[in-house]
C-alpha cells in the first residue's frame, strides 16, 4: 500500500491535504533533492511536484522516468508556472517518434475551438 | 569495410551464416514490437495530452478559488481549518505488461467513502469559499491520479521505443550488412584457394605426365 504526496511551496499546495494526499511543503531546492530520495526511499507511488519547484529538480526528476515508481508528475502553482508540464509530454513524443507530431494536432484542435 | 578481420575459413562461414539468421529474425521481431508500441504509445499519449490540460486547468482554477477562500480568512485559520486531514489517499501500485514494458497500474483506495469527508473542518468559523476551494480540487483528484498513471506508462513506453529503434537500426545498418559483407568475402577467398589448388594440380599432373612418357600436351 503506497501513499501519494505533493511537493511544492505551501500556497500552492495546502489544499490538497483536505483531498487526502500528503502535502510536503518544500522551499529550499537543496532539501527538496533530499525529500524527493526519501520519498523514494518509502515507496511513494505518486508524487506531485509543482513546476516551479521541479524546474529545480530535474536531474533527480529525468533519474525516475526510467522506472515504475514513483510517478513524478508535475502540477501548476500558484505563480511562476514553466508550461514544462506539457514540455513534457512533447519531449517524450519526440523521444519515441523523431519529432514532435503533437503540437501539429493540437494547433488543428486550438482551430477548431476558435 | 569490415572483410579485413575475418578468418577464411569454412567454420567461420557456418558461424556467419548462424549468425545472420539470427539477426535477420531478430531484427524482424524487434521492427514488430517497435511499431505495436508505438501505436500503443500514440494512443496513450493523445489521452496523456488531453487528461493533462484539464488536470491543469482544474488545478489553476482551485488555486484561484484558495486565494478567494485566504481573502476572506487569515492563513492561521486556514492552516487550522485543513490541519487535520479527515480524508486520507492510498494506492496499490500493480503493473500491467505492454510489450514487455512493465507498466504500473494504480489501484486508488480512499479512507472513507464518504464524499463530505474532504471537510475536515468544523463550518462555524470558516467562509464558503474554502467550502468551494476544497470541492473544485477533489473534482480533480480522479483525473489527476489517472494522469499519473498515463503519463508514467507514456514516459517509460517513449524510453523503450527508444532503446527499441536503437536496436533496430544498428541491426539494420550495421550488423546485417557487416555479416553480408563478411560471408561474401569469406565464400570468395574459399573459391578462390580452391581454383588456385585446382590449377596447381593440373600443372603436377602435367609435369608427372612429362617425365613418365615424354608426353607434352
Given at each position: 500500500?503506497?501513499?501519494?504526496?505533493?511537493?511544492?511551496?505551501?500556497?500552492?499546495?495546502?489544499?490538497?491535504?483536505?483531498?487526502?494526499?500528503?502535502?510536503?511543503?518544500?522551499?529550499?531546492?537543496?532539501?527538496?533533492?533530499?525529500?524527493?530520495?526519501?520519498?523514494?526511499?518509502?515507496?511513494?507511488?505518486?508524487?506531485?511536484?509543482?513546476?516551479?519547484?521541479?524546474s529545480?529538480?530535474?536531474?533527480?526528476?529525468?533519474?525516475m522516468?526510467?522506472?515504475?515508481?514513483?510517478?513524478?508528475?508535475?502540477?501548476?502553482?500558484?505563480?511562476?508556472?514553466?508550461?514544462k508540464?506539457?514540455?513534457?509530454?512533447?519531449?517524450s513524443?519526440?523521444?519515441?517518434v523523431?519529432?514532435?507530431?503533437?503540437?501539429?494536432?493540437?494547433?488543428?484542435?486550438?482551430?477548431?475551438?476558435? | 569495410?569490415?572483410?579485413?578481420?575475418?578468418?577464411?575459413?569454412?567454420?567461420?562461414?557456418?558461424?556467419?551464416?548462424?549468425?545472420?539468421?539470427?539477426?535477420?529474425?531478430?531484427?524482424k521481431?524487434?521492427?514488430?514490437?517497435?511499431?505495436?508500441?508505438?501505436?500503443?504509445?500514440?494512443?496513450?499519449?493523445?489521452?496523456?495530452?488531453?487528461?493533462?490540460?484539464?488536470?491543469?486547468?482544474?488545478?489553476?482554477?482551485?488555486?484561484?478559488?484558495?486565494?478567494?477562500?485566504?481573502?476572506?480568512?487569515?492563513?492561521?485559520?486556514?492552516?487550522?481549518?485543513?490541519?487535520?486531514?479527515?480524508?486520507?489517499v492510498?494506492?496499490?501500485?500493480?503493473?500491467?505488461?505492454?510489450?514487455?514494458?512493465?507498466?504500473?497500474?494504480?489501484?486508488?483506495?480512499?479512507?472513507?467513502?464518504?464524499?463530505?469527508?474532504?471537510?475536515?473542518?468544523?463550518?462555524?468559523?470558516?467562509?464558503?469559499?474554502?467550502?468551494?476551494?476544497?470541492?473544485?480540487?477533489?473534482?480533480?483528484?480522479?483525473?489527476?491520479l489517472?494522469?499519473?498513471?498515463?503519463?508514467?506508462?507514456?514516459?517509460?513506453?517513449?524510453?523503450?521505443?527508444?532503446?527499441?529503434?536503437?536496436?533496430?537500426?544498428?541491426?539494420?545498418?550495421?550488423?546485417?550488412?557487416?555479416?553480408?559483407?563478411?560471408?561474401?568475402?569469406?565464400?570468395?577467398k574459399?573459391?578462390?584457394?580452391?581454383?588456385?589448388?585446382?590449377?596447381?594440380?593440373?600443372?603436377?599432373?602435367?609435369?608427372?605426365?612429362?617425365?613418365?612418357?615424354?608426353?607434352?600436351?
Amino acid at each position: 500500500m503506497s501513499k501519494i504526496a505533493v511537493m511544492g511551496d505551501y500556497d500552492s499546495i495546502y489544499g490538497f491535504a483536505s483531498v487526502g494526499l500528503e502535502t510536503i511543503p518544500v522551499t529550499l531546492p537543496m532539501e527538496a533533492a533530499e525529500i524527493l530520495k526519501r520519498l523514494k526511499d518509502e515507496r511513494y507511488a505518486v508524487i506531485y511536484i509543482t513546476e516551479v519547484l521541479a524546474s529545480q529538480l530535474e536531474e533527480e526528476i529525468e533519474k525516475m522516468k526510467e522506472e515504475p515508481v514513483p510517478a513524478v508528475i508535475l502540477i501548476p502553482g500558484t505563480y511562476g508556472d514553466t508550461g514544462k508540464g506539457i514540455e513534457d509530454i512533447k519531449k517524450s513524443v519526440e523521444k519515441a517518434v523523431g519529432s514532435d507530431i503533437l503540437s501539429g494536432d493540437e494547433t488543428k484542435a486550438g482551430d477548431g475551438q476558435k | 569495410m569490415a572483410a579485413g578481420n575475418v578468418i577464411p575459413t569454412r567454420m567461420e562461414l557456418t558461424r556467419l551464416k548462424k549468425k545472420l539468421v539470427t539477426a535477420v529474425r531478430g531484427h524482424k521481431l524487434l521492427k514488430d514490437k517497435r511499431d505495436e508500441l508505438m501505436r500503443q504509445f500514440m494512443d496513450m499519449v493523445r489521452e496523456n495530452m488531453t487528461l493533462r490540460k484539464k488536470v491543469e486547468e482544474g488545478i489553476r482554477q482551485a488555486n484561484r478559488k484558495f486565494v478567494i477562500a485566504r481573502a476572506a480568512m487569515t492563513s492561521a485559520e486556514i492552516k487550522t481549518a485543513l490541519m487535520m486531514p479527515k480524508q486520507e489517499v492510498s494506492v496499490d501500485v500493480s503493473s500491467r505488461n505492454v510489450m514487455s514494458v512493465d507498466i504500473p497500474v494504480f489501484d486508488i483506495k480512499t479512507r472513507t467513502g464518504d464524499a463530505a469527508d474532504i471537510y475536515p473542518y468544523g463550518f462555524a468559523f470558516t467562509s464558503g469559499d474554502l467550502d468551494d476551494a476544497v470541492k473544485s480540487l477533489d473534482d480533480v483528484l480522479p483525473d489527476m491520479l489517472r494522469l499519473a498513471e498515463v503519463e508514467k506508462a507514456c514516459q517509460m513506453m517513449a524510453s523503450e521505443i527508444e532503446k527499441t529503434r536503437r536496436r533496430v537500426n544498428a541491426l539494420e545498418h550495421v550488423i546485417i550488412p557487416e555479416t553480408q559483407e563478411n560471408i561474401k568475402y569469406i565464400t570468395m577467398k574459399l573459391d578462390e584457394n580452391e581454383r588456385s589448388s585446382q590449377v596447381r594440380l593440373m600443372k603436377v599432373k602435367d609435369m608427372m605426365l612429362k617425365e613418365a612418357h615424354h608426353y607434352e600436351m
